[in-house]
């Protein structure tokens, strides 16, 4: 047991919840976890309800703690250059040996991630459909029932290009409800990437899981424990995806690094062959041997992937101060800048609040986020920033009317601001309104080459520029008008 009357709760509640969630938060941030341990704490007090959650009927606990713990911000077709590499060139290798497929999405949060690769196979045309198996897992049970519903929001949509929007999804009062036949394809389960469940993690289970921006929450140690589980569990040659922004350099040795365009991956080594004891005089046909049946491993191989034949390097270190937390944020490595933030002098400065409500929104905390928002705006320095931060705010509750209500402040405090005409124009369009779209949307387009780096690393959502400008093109386009 891991908690001890000698140590202060918050160290044991902190220690626990990395034990039992995988969940790693440095010191400087174990103040965010005081008012929780408080409220749930507060029928039984501290040191029972630590003991509760040491024992093994405290499942239910651990249920809402991951609730209120793991907050996923994801949306349809992140970081799309891997799913489209997943769809058109692994998946049907294995189609051409197995009359079925499957996928596993760790950590899948609220199901958009299964969903597009679902999608991608549809519209790509390269995997047989009925034949492609996917499921979804993670640890919140609120996630996954939004998952299983289906249902989301115009901000979970925003890379979804309005033809696959249309054809895939139907507009509801609550929101987009994707279409049944692609919604059924999906299986969700909860559960916790700790645990053992060897039937779960049984040797041929998967033959590619994507694992993206999850274990760089998790400690070191607790990443080899997944990756090695997750190595088991894929079939010989099988696939793993994870974030741009990770690594297995120095957590694992059984996977080779690929790449397919744009796109880093990881792929199952064989295994090695065993040591057989050789005469001396026999190493010359040995080593020929070996380079011989290397030759057609290699090719074939070079059929789905460019080799790497460098390990993947590891994240550069960020640079100390605010420009560390930029850098991190738009590396999507959300724990680390909020930990970097924390602990730089004059962290209460306009632009050190406003990095924070960024990571308030990408966390889900939207309260916190449009507070500090409405702070931000009687600063000059970050007015427009921060009526554009209220907009995505509202739009992400639903309200997309006054989502461009603060869009069009935003423009108004900087009339230069691209990304603030873009979503303002795109908003816009949804409404029907056609004239104030076409206008706000040529802005965007004119605005976009010369928008701040600011402006992208805060608010790109994982865009670069030149995206960005497809982004817009397109929405013009859905006005049935092309520039």
Known sequence: MIATSSRPPLVRFVALVEQRLGLHYEEGQWGELVPLLAERSAACGVERYLEQLASQSSQAEWKALAERLTVGETYFLRHPTQLETLVDQVLPTFLRQTSTVRVLCAGCSTG????????????????????????????????????????????????????????????????????????????????????????????????????????????????????????????????????????????????????????????????????????????????????????????????????????????????????????????????????????VPGNSSPKAQLLRAVLHLHAGRLSQAEQLGRQLVTASSTEASAYYLLGLCLEQSGDEAGARGRYASSVRAEPTFALAHLRAGSLARRAGDMVDARVALRMAVSLLPQEKPLHLSLFGGGFGRHGLMQVGLQELQACTEVP
């Open 112 to 343: 958009e991630e299964p969903y597009s690769v679902a999608l991608l196979a549809r519209e790509r045309g390269r995997v047989d459909s009925s034949r492609l198996r996917i499921l979804g897992i993670d640890v919140n049970p609120r996630s996954i029932a939004h998952a299983r519903r289906a249902c989301y929001s115009p901000w979970s949509l925003r890379a979804v290009p309005s033809a696959m929007r249309q054809q895939w999804f139907q507009h509801t009062p609550e929101g987009f409800a994707l279409q049944p036949q692609v919604r059924d394809q999906v299986i969700f389960e909860e559960r916790n990437l700790l645990e053992e469940a060897s039937a779960f993690w049984a040797p041929g289970s998967f033959h590619a899981i994507l694992c993206r921006n999850v274990v760089l929450y998790f400690p070191q140690d607790v990443i080899r424990k997944i990756i090695a589980r997750m190595a088991q569990a894929l079939v010989p040659g099988g696939y793993l995806f994870m974030g741009p922004s990770e690594t297995l350099r120095g957590i694992s040795e059984d996977f080779e690094l690929l790449r397919g365009g744009d796109a880093f991956y990881y792929r199952l080594k064989p295994p090695a062959p065993p040591t057989v004891s050789v005469p001396h005089q026999a190493a010359p046909v040995a080593t020929a041997t070996a380079t011989a049946t290397a030759t057609p491993t290699a090719t074939a191989t070079a059929t789905v992937a460019q080799r790497v034949a460098t390990p993947a390097p590891m994240p550069p270190p960020a640079p100390d101060g605010l420009e560390g937390v930029l850098q991190l944020l738009e590396a999507e490595r959300y724990t680390e800048a909020w930990a970097l933030l924390e602990s």
